[in-house]
């Protein structure tokens, strides 16, 4: 069983920054991609942003050239640095993270709690 902790959400004026972290613990051999995905009430979850356990990333449109995402492996770790922010990034912030927990063992997803970011205009 995996477990995430998930920390750095809040409340921040238009133009400011946050920085997300998301911890995992628990049965890993290895971690394929983590991912940071996002769902405002009565919208789908959408992507925000990924990394694969090679360092490649993805982001959505919206985020791009704001937000990065990095990882600390030895730490199991991933991190979201989002800058410049906007009313419209105002979401729950999901951590995601795609879970290999033997060798040669087939991969799962597993999802953190979620953490509340809001974006005053």
């Known amino acids: 069983q995996v477990q995430l902790v998930e920390s750095g959400g809040g409340l921040v004026q238009a133009g400011g920054s946050l920085r997300l972290s998301c911890a995992a613990s628990?049965?890993?051999?290895?971690?394929?991609?983590m991912g940071w995905y996002r769902q405002d009430p009565g919208k789908q979850r959408e992507l925000v942003a990924e990394i694969t356990d090679g360092g490649s990333t993805n982001y959505a449109e919206s985020v791009k050239g704001r937000f990065t995402i990095s990882r600390d492996n030895a730490k199991k770790s991933m991190y979201l640095q989002m800058n410049s922010l906007k009313p419209e990034d105002t979401a729950v912030y999901y951590c995601?993270?795609?879970?290999?927990?033997?060798?040669?063992?087939?991969?799962?997803?597993?999802w953190g709690q979620g953490t509340q970011v809001t974006v005053s205009s």
């Open positions: 628990g049965s890993i051999f290895s971690i394929v991609a």
């Open positions: 995601n993270i795609k879970i290999r927990p033997a060798p040669g063992s087939s991969w799962y997803t597993s």
